[in-house]
Antibody, heavy 115, light 110 residues
C-alpha cells in the first residue's frame, strides 16, 4: 500500500524559512515524479512544484519561483520542499503527491505564516 | 495568463447524472492537457478519480467517467450517491512542466 507522510509544518514569521518532508513507502519511490500541492484555508487546490524521478528536472508555479526549492533523496524515499522568504499568502496545507498526475496523496501538513 | 475554469457549484438528485466541466479561459482543452479529476471532502486529502482524460484510478467506482466534451474536459457521475457530495477539482497540463488546477466545483446531492 502506498503511503505518503508529510511533516515539518508549523508556525513561522513572515520572511522566515521552513523545510517540509514527505516520507514515501509502498512503492518504488525512485520510479516516479513527485509533486507538492497546497490549499489555503477555505480555498481550492494549487499546484506548487514537481520533480523528475532522478531530480534532473524541477518545475514551479510562478508565485514560489526563487523562494521554494523542491528536492528528493531517493535512497531515503523522501521528498522535500525548502521554503524561504515566506509570506502570509503561503499559509496553507501542503500535500505531497506521487507522480505528475498526483495518483496518491499524503494527508498534508499545515504551514502558517504569521507574526 | 490562462485560467482553468470550473462551475463553482452544481446540484444533482440521488440516482441522477451530472457532468462537471473543466475549460480554459483561452483556447480548448484536449487530451494533450492530460486532464485529471480529484474529489475532496471537507478536512480530507484529495482523492484521485480520473487521469489522462478518462482513466479511472484504482478503486474508483465505474459511475465516474472522464471525457472531452467539445472544448472542455468533463467528469460525469452516473447514478449519483449521497457520498458523492464533495468538491471536485480538475488539473490540466499547460506545457513546459507546469500544471494548473481549476477553482473547483462544489457538488450537492439532494
Amino acid at each position: 500500500e502506498v503511503q505518503l507522510v508529510e511533516s515539518g509544518g508549523g508556525l513561522v514569521q513572515p520572511g522566515g524559512s521552513l523545510r517540509l518532508s514527505c516520507a514515501a513507502s509502498g512503492s518504488t519511490f525512485s520510479s516516479y515524479w513527485m509533486s507538492w500541492v497546497r490549499q489555503a484555508p477555505g480555498k481550492g487546490l494549487e499546484w506548487v512544484a514537481n520533480i523528475k524521478e532522478d531530480g534532473s528536472e524541477k518545475n514551479y508555479v510562478d508565485s514560489v519561483k526563487g523562494r521554494f526549492t523542491i528536492s528528493r533523496d531517493n535512497p531515503k524515499n523522501s521528498l522535500y520542499l525548502q521554503m524561504n522568504s515566506l509570506r502570509a499568502e503561503d499559509t496553507a496545507v501542503y500535500y505531497c503527491a506521487r507522480g505528475q498526475r498526483l495518483g496518491f496523496w499524503g494527508q498534508g501538513t499545515l504551514v502558517t505564516v504569521s507574526s | 495568463q490562462t485560467v482553468v475554469t470550473q462551475e463553482p457549484s452544481f446540484s444533482v438528485s440521488p440516482g441522477g447524472t451530472v457532468t462537471l466541466t473543466c475549460g480554459l479561459s483561452s483556447g480548448s482543452v484536449s487530451t494533450s492537457n492530460y486532464p485529471s479529476w480529484y474529489q475532496q471532502t471537507p478536512g480530507q486529502a484529495p482523492r484521485t478519480l480520473i487521469y489522462n482524460t478518462n482513466t479511472r484510478s484504482s478503486g474508483v467506482p465505474g459511475r465516474f467517467s472522464g471525457s472531452i466534451l467539445g472544448n472542455k474536459a468533463a467528469l460525469t457521475i452516473t447514478g449519483a450517491q449521497a457520498d458523492d457530495e464533495s468538491d471536485y477539482y480538475c488539473l490540466l497540463y499547460m506545457g513546459s512542466g507546469i500544471w494548473v488546477f481549476g477553482g473547483g466545483t462544489k457538488l450537492t446531492v439532494l
